[in-house]
Structure formats: structure tokens, C-alpha cells
């Protein structure tokens, strides 16, 4: 048996685990990092055939805080940020099986036939309409309450369905999009919330966190070797199998199988950024019924397929891309268009596009076989995109546990969540169980905690 010690273990190396490493390393500390999978990134993983460079999971980001921004300022020798074309501020909602633009300003929202007459004149009113008392409401609930069912129907919905594949009526505003509640609670309304945040004095990171669609040039994949490169092989194992943690007198013990070796590290802190369902048999030395409320997080299965087109005729992709309203009852939830938000991800005059489908409302989709993907896939992507050309590339990827969904059963699992990390001293339970499932969120629970531990 091979002993090691260690200051920190960090579990899970996808993008909160590498970015932790990264800046724990940074401040001094000792961390070795432990991934199951024979490479790291996590969710995050770029590939290329012929000229198409395509993203197997998250294909954007939004570039939405300063911790985000000062990452890619570190890692600027080995990688670079790339913001979207400008085309990406359009963004398509299908709406009686045809694309139409979200309104981007106050003249395209009156024109819009997205929103129903009675549901423009409501907006006006936001400002004066009172704040909701209810902490559990759910999005739907809030939209409804202060901007209309239409609003709901064919730009919330829709917008819910691109981050969280989830379903608006479930999730709870306060914890699945703490932004837009804390604007109501705070300022009382979403439009004077805004208006005065946008005064506010901003430092000089905040103002470069500007919100704007982002990649790492050439893929994420390459923000993911940037991070290993920098946190060095020695301190990441990948391919570890059975880990299993301990407590001991001086802090933890974790034990697992690499490389036909049986290793046991000591450390003093252990951090997990694995999914909850993982927890249990990982953190062995908690009962088991201590996990029941974190274990019992709703995740979306989502499939992913990355099409590529070597020349593309159909209709035309100066977009972000479209995202499909529940109310539409399509097969798929949204398309893509990344060769119009990045360069080198087609090859000159093709297209990449990049389908979603599944979710929490179609879960049912998740159990299909490839060749039904495919068919289901094709058949949309004609009809809706206009095209009858046949793809040159066409992957499907699948996630069982994509995306974890903030609903009314967040409360508890924070609470449990801290209560461990108070009974164990040196637990930390991260991951996106809890502070956010995007990437600029998981940059900033990562800073957050290796600045807490520093
Ligand atoms: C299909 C898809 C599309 C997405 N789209 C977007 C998007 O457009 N924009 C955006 O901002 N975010 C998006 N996200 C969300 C975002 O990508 C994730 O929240 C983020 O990358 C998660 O990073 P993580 O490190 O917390 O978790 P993960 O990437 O899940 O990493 C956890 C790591 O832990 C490892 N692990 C698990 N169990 C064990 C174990 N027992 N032992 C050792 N290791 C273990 C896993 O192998 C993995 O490498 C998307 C996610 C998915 C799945």
C-alpha cells in the first residue's frame, strides 16, 4: 500500500475541482486532485473530427462575474478567451413552428408577436407592482405574477429550458436564479432593480464581466489543459477507482485504487465536487441516512447532438441560436448555431450545429436508442432549420445526471450541506449541489472556498 499526505483532497476534477487546485496550489497548499475518469474536465470536453470542433457539453458560457474574468486573466499564457460574435445578442424562439426574434430592446418588444398585447401593457406596470412574499415561489409563479403568461410561455420557459432543462413551475426562483429574485426583494421590481444596479460603481474586473457569450479559443477544452497544465499531472490522479474517505484523529484519510496500487493519502480537508447520488458511497463514514436530503437532488437527463454540416443550406445562422417554448410540444428543446458564435468550429461555408433534447419535462427521450435519436434528430432539424441536406458529422452524447434542478428541496439540502461540513470540520461539500450550475458559477464557488481556506 502506497501512504501519501496531502493539506487538501479534492474529489471530482471537472471545472470546480481544477479551478479549486489551481488556486489552492497557487496560495502554497499541497492538494491532490481525485478524478474516475481516465481524463479531467468533467462535463467539459472539446472534439475534433476533420474541421468540425465541437463541445460534447457546455458548448457557452456567459461571462458573468470577475472570478471568471481573473481565471482567464491567470491562464492567459496557455489560454485564450474568446467572446462571441456579435450575431449572438440574436437569439431565436420558435413560436407556432416558426423562428422569431427575441426582442433585444423596447421597440422590438412592442412590434414582437412572441407576447400577447394585454402582456406588453403589463410590463410598463412592473415598476409599480407590489414585491412577492413568498421565499418558495416558483419561477413561473413570479413571471406570471409580475409580467404574464406570455412572457412566461415564450421567453421564460424557453430561457429556463437552455440553463437548467428544467421545468419553471418546479424550480424556486430564490434558489435556481437568486439574481432575479434578489432584484424583486431588493429594489421591488425587476426594471428598477436593474436600472439602478447598472449605476452602481463596478470595479474594474466587475466591468469586464460584461455578460457576453464566452469560449476558450479552439474549444473549453483547451481552458481545461490551461487549468492541468498549471495544477501539473503529479497532483491530479486520474483513473482512481473506489475512493473511499475516513475520518482519523489529524482529519481525513482517503483511500482508493490506482494504477493496480491501493493508495491511502492523510489530509487534513477534504473537498467534494462530485454529483450528490455519488456522496454516499464516497463519504462512507457518514450514514448513510444523513445524505437522504442532499442525495435526493433532482437531475435532468439531457442528450446533446453535435451536427456538422460541410456546407449549409438552410436557414440562415447569423444567431445564437433557437430555443423551443414547452408550449410548441417539438421533439427537442433547442438548437445551436456555434460556427456562427466562434471561428474554427466549420469548416468555411458548412455549419455546426448543436441540438438538445430531453429534460426534465421529457425525460421519457433520454431512453431511446441512437438510431431513434438520430431519426427523431434529422426529422426536427429538417423541418425546423430548413434543410434536406444530410449532416457529415452527427454525434450524440448523453448525460444522466446533466443538470442538477434547484427546486423546493434546495432549503433542506443546503442546510444539510452545512450542518456536515459543521459536524466534520474540514468537509467541504462543493459541486453544483449547491451556489449555481453554470460555469462562471462554479469559477466562483471555487475561488470562494480556496480564498476561505487561504
Ligand atoms: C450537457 C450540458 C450542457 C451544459 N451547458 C452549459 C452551458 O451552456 N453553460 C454553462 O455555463 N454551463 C453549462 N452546463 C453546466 C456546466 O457545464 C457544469 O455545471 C459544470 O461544468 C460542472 O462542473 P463540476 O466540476 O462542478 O462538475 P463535473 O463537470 O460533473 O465534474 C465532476 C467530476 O467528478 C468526477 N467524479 C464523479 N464521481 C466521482 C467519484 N466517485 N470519484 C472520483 N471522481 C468522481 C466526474 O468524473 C467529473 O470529472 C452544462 C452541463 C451539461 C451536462
Redesign the pocket.
Known amino acids: 500500500m502506497k501512504q501519501i499526505q496531502s493539506d487538501i483532497i479534492i474529489?471530482?476534477?471537472?471545472?470546480?475541482?481544477l479551478t479549486l487546485a489551481y488556486y489552492l496550489k497557487k496560495k502554497g497548499k499541497s492538494v491532490t486532485l481525485?478524478?474516475?475518469?481516465h481524463s479531467a474536465?468533467?462535463?467539459?470536453q472539446t472534439l475534433k473530427v476533420g474541421d468540425f470542433v465541437y463541445e460534447c457539453?457546455?458548448?457557452?458560457?456567459?461571462l458573468g462575474n470577475p472570478e471568471l474574468v481573473q481565471l482567464f486573466d491567470d491562464l492567459q499564457a496557455d489560454c485564450k478567451l474568446v467572446t462571441a460574435n456579435p450575431t449572438a445578442k440574436r437569439r431565436f424562439i420558435l413560436k407556432n413552428a416558426k423562428w422569431q426574434a427575441l426582442p433585444s430592446g423596447p421597440i422590438s418588444a412592442i412590434s414582437t408577436n412572441l407576447f400577447t398585447f394585454s402582456d406588453k401593457l403589463r410590463v410598463f406596470g412592473e415598476p409599480f407592482r407590489k414585491a412577492g412574499t413568498n421565499p418558495y415561489e416558483s419561477v413561473a409563479d413570479l413571471v406570471k405574477r409580475r409580467l404574464g403568461k406570455s412572457i412566461l410561455d415564450y421567453a421564460v420557459n424557453p430561457f429556463v429550458s437552455g440553463v437548467y432543462a428544467g421545468n419553471p413551475e418546479k424550480l424556486i426562483t430564490k434558489f435556481a436564479l437568486p439574481k432575479l429574485y434578489n432584484l424583486e426583494q431588493t429594489y421591488g421590481s425587476f426594471i428598477r432593480g436593474t436600472m439602478k444596479k447598472a449605476k452602481e460603481p463596478k470595479s474594474e474586473l466587475e466591468k469586464r464581466a460584461t455578460k457576453e457569450v464566452f469560449s476558450a479559443d479552439g474549444g473549453l477544452q483547451n481552458l481545461i489543459h490551461a487549468l492541468t497544465k498549471s495544477i501539473s499531472d503529479r497532483n491530479i490522479l486520474l483513473n482512481?477507482k473506489d475512493?473511499k474517505v475516513s475520518k482519523s484523529d489529524s482529519g481525513f484519510k482517503t483511500s482508493f485504487l490506482h494504477e493496480n496500487n491501493f493508495v491511502e493519502i492523510s489530509s487534513a480537508k477534504v473537498i467534494t465536487?462530485?454529483?450528490a447520488y455519488?456522496l454516499p458511497e464516497?463519504l462512507d463514514f457518514i450514514p448513510k441516512a444523513e445524505f437522504e436530503s442532499i442525495s435526493n437532488l433532482e437531475y435532468a437527463k439531457?442528450i446533446?447532438v453535435s451536427l456538422g454540416y460541410k456546407t449549409w443550406k438552410g436557414v440562415e445562422l447569423q444567431a445564437f441560436g433557437g430555443l423551443i417554448p414547452a408550449v410548441e410540444n417539438r421533439s427537442i428543446l433547442g438548437v445551436l448555431f456555434p460556427s456562427s458564435l466562434f471561428a474554427g468550429r466549420a469548416p468555411q461555408g458548412g455549419a455546426l450545429l448543436s441540438v438538445f433534447m430531453g429534460g426534465v419535462l421529457n425525460p421519457q427521450l433520454f431512453d431511446m436508442s441512437d438510431e431513434e435519436v438520430k431519426a427523431l434528430v434529422l426529422k426536427e432539424i429538417a423541418y425546423l432549420m430548413q434543410t434536406s441536406e444530410t449532416p457529415d458529422m452527427l454525434k450524440i452524447f448523453r448525460?444522466k445526471n446533466?443538470?442538477p434542478q434547484y427546486t423546493i428541496s434546495s432549503e433542506t439540502r443546503f442546510a444539510k450541506i452545512s450542518e456536515l461540513e459543521q459536524k466534520y470540520e474540514g468537509l467541504i461539500l462543493a459541486?453544483?449541489i449547491r451556489n449555481g450550475?453554470?460555469?462562471?458559477d462554479?469559477v466562483k464557488q471555487a475561488v470562494e472556498i480556496a480564498n476561505s481556506i487561504a
Do not use: D, F, H, W
Open positions: 474529489i471530482g476534477a471537472g471545472l470546480t475541482g481525485l478524478e474516475k475518469n474536465g468533467g462535463v467539459i457539453g457546455p458548448n457557452t458560457g456567459v482512481t475512493i465536487t462530485i454529483g455519488a464516497v439531457i446533446q448525460y446533466a443538470i459541486g453544483n450550475i453554470g460555469m462562471a462554479r
